[in-house]
């Protein structure tokens, strides 16, 4: 069964850092783009980060770029989301997606889904 798994969530301060794991199982990560998407109670759920299946092409939400790093190890079948200087605005459940083709910040294109992973960013 394919799945992607996300983990590394939880609370902090605003000004924190957290980083998020994406892990596959049950197929490689070697083709495939990887999104990192999030959405807060009452709200459209929105792109974050992207990135490409070597991790040499990556794009950013206006919102986080600067903060935000996405990164990926093919060999740990594995993507990462690096958050620093966290804002409350950033409080919401973080879902990594992958497909197979080009990174894209829509949603809709994106073939396998994990459960989320909950950010709260709060004093």
């Known amino acids: 069964q394919l799945q992607l798994v996300e983990s590394g969530g939880g609370w902090v301060q605003p000004g924190g850092s957290l980083r998020l794991s994406c892990a596959a199982s049950?197929?490689?990560?070697?083709?495939?783009?990887i999104g990192w998407f999030r959405q807060a109670p009452g709200k459209e759920r929105e792109g974050v980060s992207c990135?490409?299946?070597?991790?040499?092409?990556?794009k950013y939400a206006e919102s986080v770029k600067g903060r935000f790093t996405i990164s990926r190890d093919n060999a740990k079948n594995t993507v990462y989301l690096q958050m620093n200087s966290l804002k409350p605005e950033d409080t919401a459940v973080y879902y990594c997606?992958?497909?197979?083709?080009?990174?894209?910040?829509?949603?809709?294109?994106?073939?396998?889904w994990g459960q989320g992973t909950q950010v709260t960013v709060s004093s």
């Open positions: 997606a992958a497909v197979w083709g080009m990174a894209t910040m829509r949603s809709n294109l994106y073939d396998y």
């Open positions: 049950g197929f490689t990560l070697d083709y495939y783009a």
């Open positions: 990135i490409d299946h070597r991790g040499g092409s990556t």
